[in-house]
């Protein structure tokens, strides 16, 4: 069973330009949340989708910025008109049906520079 | 409110030393505070757990003890190995929610052979 897969792990954007990245959650996983890492930061929760509905976007920047994660196909976060400030390691974690014991699994993240 | 904070940021700790990182919350309603692990260029992986009802919990070289009326938690690594360098993160997260961490600032912790 593979974990969660984030690609790119790396991705190099000049500024204005948009960056797509995506998460295939582990199999089985129907919950995904994204997070971004800023340098010598901990991690900030972002959104948390379910397949086909966004169920709290509490986190996400109000532009540039949106997520889905289609019926079928990996979760994409997207952002748009990239700015410098958007450098930042950007990680996916999946977990199945949440319960009180639940664990959500993280990917590798990726690594978005804006130049 | 849903601020975790954690100290120090880093550490230095000589091989077979006791690591001790700590971290402190604000809301109450918090009842799952788990510790991640992670290796330069990788992902977080969960470490170790804790839920509020129990004030300790080991797990081989690793205990998390947690004081619910200063709001506090701390990990301790015993016997620290070289292998153990990597950043830690503290958080915490309510489980009846969408199950989005909190998570502490991190600390770089570095064992000396």
């Known amino acids: 069973n593979a974990g969660v897969m984030q690609n790119p792990r790396h991705l190099v954007r000049r500024r204005g330009q948009e960056a797509r990245l995506r998460c295939s959650p582990m199999?089985?996983?129907?919950?995904v949340y994204w997070y971004r890492q800023l340098p010598e930061e901990g991690l900030k929760f972002m959104v948390y989708l379910q397949k086909e509905n966004i169920i709290d976007e509490s986190g996400m920047p109000k532009e540039r910025f949106s997520a889905e994660f289609p019926k079928e196909g990996p979760s994409i976060l997207r952002i748009q008109q990239v700015v410098r400030g958007d450098s930042a390691a950007y990680f996916c974690?999946?977990?199945?049906?949440?319960?009180?014991?639940?664990?959500?699994?993280f990917g590798q993240g990726t690594r978005l520079t804006v130049v | 409110q849903q601020q975790v904070k954690q100290s120090p940021q880093s550490l230095i700790v000589q091989k077979g030393g006791i690591s001790i990182i700590n971290c402190a919350y604000e809301n109450t309603a918090f009842d799952y505070f788990p510790w991640y692990q992670q290796f330069p260029g990788k992902g977080p992986a969960l470490l170790i757990a804790i839920r509020p009802d129990v004030s300790e919990k080991k797990e081989g070289r690793f205990t998390i003890s947690f004081n619910k009326s200063a709001k506090q938690f701390s990990l301790h690594i015993m016997d620290s190995q070289p292998g153990d360098s990597a950043t830690y993160f503290c958080a915490a997260t309510l489980t009846g929610s969408a199950r989005q961490l909190t998570f502490g600032s991190g600390t770089q912790l570095t064992v000396l052979p």
């Open positions: 199999k089985g996983h129907s919950h």
């Open positions: 974690a999946s977990s199945p049906l949440l319960t009180e014991n639940t664990e959500a699994f």
